[in-house]
T-cell receptor
């Protein structure tokens, strides 16, 4: 089974902190994605990556950055957390081509 | 710009009913369409993937259809059970691998 693992299920951080959300996949997928999910807004794409050291902005990249130093790992960074970044964060991976996308279990981040 | 719409937003049915969830999309230039299930506070679980060249896919009590020309997909759940209660999301995949999601249908199956 494909496994996409997010490092934390729940996180509570203070305003202004630098926050790292980690995602690891074990199926050698080329593409990795970070989404956030909010009630009434659905899933929105923050950043994605097609390969190591490559990154592309999604629909809502402001306030976030990403890092992909190894193929299996894709990190989302909140440079200075703010309360409006309180959300559920979901990581996904897909192979090249048109195959299935797989998601991690989600990280519920609360910024206080 | 691709938009994905799911109707209804919420659905409550008695156990044992057959039901249909709807998904529509505005741009037929898709690679595939995928249905997911999400339990409260959890991640997304893939249910069915339909490639753009296919018309339907089946897995157990689930059947998903795709009509690209009309921009529609349906997820049919046979003999619903309380354990089917969850939010169901459809997503279309475009070039570059990005998934565009609908808002989801929250399903409640009453015993």
């Amino acid at each position: 089974d494909v496994k996409v693992t997010q490092s934390s299920r729940y996180l509570v951080k203070r305003t202004g902190e630098k926050v790292f959300l980690e995602c690891v996949q074990d199926m050698d997928h080329e593409n990795m994605f970070w989404y956030r999910q909010d009630p009434g807004l659905g899933l929105r794409l923050i950043y994605f990556s097609y390969d190591v050291k490559m990154k592309e902005k999604g629909d809502i990249p402001e306030g976030y950055s990403v890092s992909r130093e190894k193929k299996e790992r894709f990190s989302l960074i909140l440079e200075s957390a703010s309360t409006n970044q309180t959300s559920m964060y979901l990581c996904a991976s897909t192979p090249q081509g048109s195959d299935e996308a797989f998601f991690g279990q989600g990280t519920r981040l609360t910024v206080v | 710009k691709q938009e994905v719409t799911q109707i209804p937003a919420a659905l409550s049915v008695p156990e044992g009913e057959n039901l249909v969830l709807n998904c529509s999309f505005t741009d037929s230039a898709i690679y595939n369409l995928q249905w997911f299930r999400q339990d409260p506070g959890k991640g997304l679980t893939s249910l069915l993937l339909i490639q753009s060249s296919q018309r339907e896919q089946t897995s157990g009590r689930l059947n998903a259809s795709l009509d690209k020309s009309s921009g529609r997909s349906t997820l049919y759940i046979a003999a619903s059970q309380p354990g089917d209660s969850a939010t169901y999301l459809c997503a279309v995949r475009r070039g570059g691998g990005k998934l565009i999601f609908g808002q989801g249908t929250e399903l409640s199956v009453k015993p």
